[in-house]
């Protein structure tokens, strides 16, 4: 039976792995999937390879710590919403999703995914479950909850969400994507998210009393 870390173990640990993180992406966006090797991130993170290949075994699987570090929620958990104001949930959490799609790199790492993941057979089977990143699951427990209160008929979560997001996406990243210079205010970037909204509390909202 592996004996349990002490508290000072547990946290090198986790700052080895903040460190690799920060390295990764770094170096990853710097210089692309293909071209960056684990030997390069550990000594680029300041730990040892050994240390490295602990904690991950593969690139597939350092790249895609990488990108749900990259989807991480800054400064603590997000709260979820609770149910009963449906357009106001969604707005708070399409909100969250915006400001996740806006941040610094993040439309270079969605590059090197779309580029790397072609040519790489470990990045074609690695399984990249963003449906782990806090917004994401967030949104799908607010509208299971949501529909479990009555207070939205919800059958299907999954495909909700993937129009909730599309909605949002459309305007607020993918024109980024293409288009380095496109930016929205966050009046027009809170537009967005609440015509989205309201086309969603349209279709899936349910009326008090009814």
Same mark, same amino acid.
């Given at each position: ?5 002490? *508290? ?15 390295? %990764? ?18 000594? &680029? +993170? ?10 991950? /075994? *593969?690139? %597939? ?34 909100? %969250? ?29 690695? *399984? ?28 299907? /979560?999954? +495909?909700? &969400? %993937? ?5 949002? &996406?459309?305007?607020?990243?993918? /024109? ?12 027009? *970037? ?21």
């Amino acid at each position: 039976m592996p004996r349990e870390l002490s *508290t000072y173990h547990r946290g090198v640990a986790a700052a080895n792995r903040a460190a690799i993180l920060d390295a %990764a992406m770094a170096l990853f966006l710097a210089s692309g999937y293909d071209r960056t090797s684990l030997a390069s991130v550990a000594e &680029s +993170a300041g730990v040892s390879k050994a240390t490295l290949f602990k904690q991950f /075994p *593969t690139k %597939a699987e350092l790249f895609e710590a990488t990108v749900l570090a990259a989807g991480g929620t800054p400064g603590g958990e997000l709260v979820d919403p609770p149910p009963g104001d449906f357009h106001g949930g969604l707005v708070t959490l399409g909100l %969250a999703y915006a400001e996740l799609l806006t941040r610094p790199g993040m439309e270079d790492l969605i590059r090197v995914v779309i580029a790397e993941a072609p040519r790489f057979p470990e990045l074609r089977e690695q *399984t990249f479950d963003f449906g782990t990143l806090p917004v994401l699951a967030a949104l799908g427990r607010y509208l299971r909850a949501e529909h479990a209160a009555g207070t939205a008929d919800v059958d299907d /979560p999954d +495909a909700a &969400s %993937a129009q909730f997001l599309g909605m949002i &996406s459309t305007v607020v990243f993918w /024109p980024r994507l293409v288009h380095g210079n496109w930016s929205l205010s966050d009046e027009e *970037t809170l537009r967005v998210v609440d015509d989205a909204a309201r086309t969603m509390a349209a279709r899936y909202g349910v009326a008090v009393g009814s």
